[in-house]
């Protein structure tokens, strides 16, 4: 090896080194899995076309979202009706009679403590929803 070789070598990026990580690539692998499913059995629309009851509020009219990961998307966008910044937490998952998966229930309070609702969020689908539950505004 020579002086030159010695100098080209250079140490992974953070980025190289993560994506060498067996964990990291796990997680990978069942996010790309999750994904797929979303796309195969996914509803590409704001609100689900059989869901009933209001929408968000109750477990047979989900929000629609795209994995986990889009559900905490939505829930960063998600505003009280005072414009203020939410504050969620997951409850449960729960059986609804509109989707085949679980329907993942989010505590939703406001900043200063007072509990505003229990919204339900469908992660199975192709996009995340653009609406609002009544009562909340989306930025």
């Known amino acids: 090896m020579s002086l030159f ?3 080209r070598r250079r140490k ?3 980025w190289e080194a993560l994506q060498q990580n067996p964990i990291f690539q796990e997680q990978r692998q069942l996010f790309e899995m999750l994904s ?3 796309e195969a ?4 629309a704001d609100e689900l076309p059989n869901g009933h009851g209001e929408f968000g509020l109750s477990p047979s009219n989900p929000i629609p979202c795209k994995t986990v990961f889009g559900s905490i998307a939505y829930l960063a966008r998600l ?3 005072d414009g203020g910044k939410v ?3 997951r409850a449960f998952s729960v059986v609804s009679d509109t989707v085949a998966y679980p329907v993942d229930a989010y505590e939703i ?3 200063n403590g007072g509990k505003l609702a229990t919204l339900y969020i469908s992660p199975y689908q192709k996009r995340i929803s653009g609406k609002a539950p009544s009562g909340f505004k989306l930025v």
């Open 5 to 7: 070789d010695w100098f």
């Open 79 to 81: 505003r009280a009706a």
């Open 12 to 14: 992974p990026t953070a």
């Open 109 to 111: 309070s406001h900043p």
């Open 41 to 44: 059995v996914g509803v590409d």
């Open 87 to 89: 504050v969620y937490e």
């Open 36 to 38: 797929r499913l979303c």
